[in-house]
Each structure stands twice: as C-alpha cells, then as structure tokens.
C-alpha cells in the first residue's frame, strides 16, 4: 500500500520539478475549506503553482492537479470529466487525496502519467484494482493537517460585483465555466444566511444541527433548526478570495458551538478540528464511514460515529 504522510506528500508534489496547474474540486463551503487547506499547503512547502482559471485552459505537456474532495463518482462527474479532457495531454495528471467510486472504464484508461491519491481505504482498494498502469497512493483528506486558526482570524475583504458580472455573461453567452465563479444563487443564499447569524446567536444554543439536504441524505427528515452550513455558505472553491471568505464563515459558524451533529464531512471535520464535541452521521454512500475509520477512529476521540 502507497501510504503517504506529509514529508511524502510533499516530496511528491515537489518532484515534478516544474510549474503545477492547480484545478480547485469546484463546490460547497465545505469544498472551500478544501481549497484553503490546499492554498496554505502549497504556500507551506513552496509550491510553484498557478490556478486554472477558465475552462479553456490547455494542458499539453504540463502538470495538471485536481482538487481533494468527493467528486469523482463516475464518468460524467465533475472529476471525471476532467480525467477525460487531460489524461492523454498532461504531462502528469495528478488528483489530491480523493473519494472515488465507479468510472470502472476510465480508471483502467489510465497511463503512468496518472497519479491518484486516495483519502481512505475503499476508494484506494477501488482505484488500485482498477487502474495498474496509473501511480495510486493514500493520504487524509488534507484538511486534517491545516492550521484551521489562520482561516477563522480575520474576514477577507471581497468585491462581489466582477464575479456576479462573468457569471451574468457566461450565462447569457450560454457558455459553461461558471463552475468558477459565483452563482448569483450562491451569494443570495450567502447574503440571506449572515442575516440570520445574530437571531441565531441570541438563541445561546450549544448545539448546532447541520445535515445535509441534498442527494446525499439519508432522510427526508431533518432536525427541527437545522441548517445545511456547507449549501448556505456555497461562494466559489475555485477562487482564493471566494474561498477565503466561504472558509471563514463556515469555521467561525462552527466555532460558536459547543458541539455539532452532522452528516457533512467537512463541517464534522472542521468542527473535530476546533475541539468540538461532534456526532458523526453517515450520508448515502461510503465516503463518511470510510474517512472516519481511516482518519478519525483513534485520532480525535471528539468524535463519535452515531447511527439513525
């Protein structure tokens, strides 16, 4: 097994030895959080990287890096998509520690120049039998190894206005890289949650119910209160202030409470990492249950794996 730990990681990321095209897993808040953890591991070891920016970008003959996340379910998934358009052109195609299930196909199309690092052990056993000619290696999500107090110590200033301009255009052109940018949607939801914040806090609870109500849930029956952090707090992951700002409210959301019930990973993971009592609840697939055996079992006994 091809178990990295950070002194790994890093020689890993650094012994391509030239510039890496950084592609953000385009998502929620809790994609955010990602994003950060990433900007700050890359800054920590020197990383020499730029950020892809639009989805015209051409990337013959360079390293190309895709976000850690839970993205890649299939072939016409997000990360899929993405494997699809640059695996025969890169010059190394690389995917940060990652949740992957499916796209049986395109895992064996594969070649030496794919490098997939899995977050747990469900998804490493799935890539590494499916994929031979490709470099498979297992990691933690990388959010664990962030230094979450430098994303809660200071608001981000940002200037909403160019991003709700291109997402305006590239809607009306009927072009499609507004995964990028800012949904109007996004910051509307955004805008109408911090209004919120103060009722929510004169309220003084402890606890703070956070389940998701997206596909991913388990039942149609959410908690009276509860509030889905990762969708409300949804910005962009995929532009460093956007995310900034995003990771901000999320973790300072979090941090106001003494303890967190959730079924989204990385609310349950930034609230684990705050020192939070946290109550952990499977979504409709693997990748919770397998992160928690893989990286949180033994590890943070703030933590506790609840069933229904």
């Not at 606890?207 to 039942?219: M, N």
Request: net charge neutral; aromatic share 12%; hydrophobic share 35%.
């Amino acid at each position: 097994m091809m178990e990295l730990n950070l002194d790994s990681l890093e020689q890993l990321l650094k012994s391509f030895e030239e510039r890496v095209y950084f592609y953000p897993n385009p998502g929620n808040a809790g994609d955010s959080l990602i994003a950060c953890a990433t900007f700050q591991f890359f800054d920590k070891i020197g990383l020499n990287y730029e950020l892809v920016k639009d989805a015209s970008f051409d990337a013959t003959g360079k390293t190309v890096m895709y976000g850690g996340g839970g993205n890649f379910g299939g072939e016409e998934s997000r990360a899929g998509q993405f494997v699809k358009k640059y695996k025969d052109t890169a010059k190394n195609l690389v995917f940060l520690p990652h949740t992957i299930f499916g796209a049986e196909q395109l895992l064996a199309s594969l070649k030496s120049n794919a490098h997939i690092i899995c977050r747990e052990r469900v998804s490493y056993d799935h890539v590494n039998k499916t994929s031979p000619n490709a470099h498979v290696y297992l990691h933690d999500d990388i959010v664990f190894q962030s230094d979450h107090s430098k994303f809660i110590a200071k608001e981000p200033k940002v200037n909403f206005l160019p991003y709700l301009f291109k997402e305006f255009t590239t809607r009306l052109l009927g072009q499609s890289d507004y995964d990028f940018g800012l949904s109007l949607k996004g910051y509307l939801s955004y805008k109408a949650f911090l209004k919120t914040i103060p009722e929510r806090r004169k309220k003084n609870d402890k606890v703070l119910k956070a389940f998701r109500v997206d596909v991913e849930r388990t039942s149609d029956v959410v908690p009276e209160g509860n509030v889905d952090l990762s969708a409300v707090l949804e910005l962009s992951s995929c532009q460093k202030d956007l995310a900034a700002l995003s990771c901000y409210h999320f973790l300072n959301e979090i941090n106001a409470y003494e303890e967190v019930h959730t079924n989204r990973l990385h609310i349950a993971i930034g609230a684990a990492c705050l020192g939070k009592k946290v109550k952990l609840y499977a979504n409709n697939y693997f990748k919770i249950r397998a992160i928690y055996e893989y990286s949180i079992l033994g590890k943070f006994d703030n933590v506790e794996w609840c069933t229904e």
